[in-house]
T-cell receptor
């Protein structure tokens, strides 16, 4: 069964450094998303992306964050200058081309640890 | 009032029991409802996806939606130890999912 893959599984970074989290969505999907889950808290929406532009973003997704689809298969989340509070699991998701109201399928996440 | 409320548990049941998991929500604009299962250090895995009020069954799982009460449920029949996980309800709010906090389920052999 097709799946969303994320790399790396664990990223350790010094505070203030830039980090790029990578995702390969399911191949025929056209809607892409990033969520995060701080330890012990609920999964929170960050951003949705369609047709090479952001569809919606949350308050969390400030100017330190950016997303990109650099080629036909990858979808990336960049955090420009990491803070301690950015430590969390980051999940990528994608959904089918029939519209945004299709079930989103998630990867297994990247655990980001900021030191 | 939180948009989506879910009892965090933990809920501990013996193997073979029927499990009932529930969420309430406040936003009547939600139209699509999902249940995800999340094992430790893994991503949410889609279990059920429903649109309208009523029941939807898939194997041992039944999802129930009551839009008039803003209440959704997931029933697991003949629960197995492998069902031990955190169960997340989620609601689709146009381009994004709003999640409940998750209910941790433990099925004892």
């Amino acid at each position: 069964e097709p799946e969303v893959t994320q790399t790396p599984s664990h990223q350790v970074t010094q505070m203030g450094q830039e980090v790029i989290l990578r995702c390969v969505p399911i191949s025929n999907h056209l809607y892409f998303y990033w969520y995060r889950q701080i330890l012990g808290q609920k999964v929170e929406f960050l951003v949705s992306f369609y047709n090479n532009e952001i569809s919606e973003k949350s308050e969390i997704f400030d100017d330190q964050f950016s997303v990109e689809r650099p080629d036909g298969s990858n979808f990336t989340l960049k955090i420009r200058s990491t803070k301690l509070e950015d430590s969390a699991m980051y999940f990528c998701a994608s959904s089918s081309p029939r519209g945004s109201n299709q079930p989103q399928h998630f990867g297994d996440g990247t655990r980001l640890s900021i030191l | 009032q939180k948009e989506v409320e879910q009892d965090p548990g933990p809920l501990s049941v013996p193997e073979g029991a029927i499990v009932s998991l529930n969420c309430t929500y406040s936003n009547s604009a939600f139209q699509y409802f999902m249940w995800y299962r999340q094992y430790s250090r893994k991503g949410p895995e889609l279990l059920m996806y429903t649109y309208s009020s009523g029941n939807k069954e898939d194997g041992r799982f039944t999802a129930q939606v009551d839009k008039s009460s803003k209440y959704i449920s997931l029933f697991i029949r003949d629960s197995q130890p492998s069902d031990s996980a955190t169960y997340l309800c989620a609601m689709d709010s146009s381009y994004k999912l709003i999640f409940g906090s998750g209910t941790r389920l433990l099925v004892r052999p």
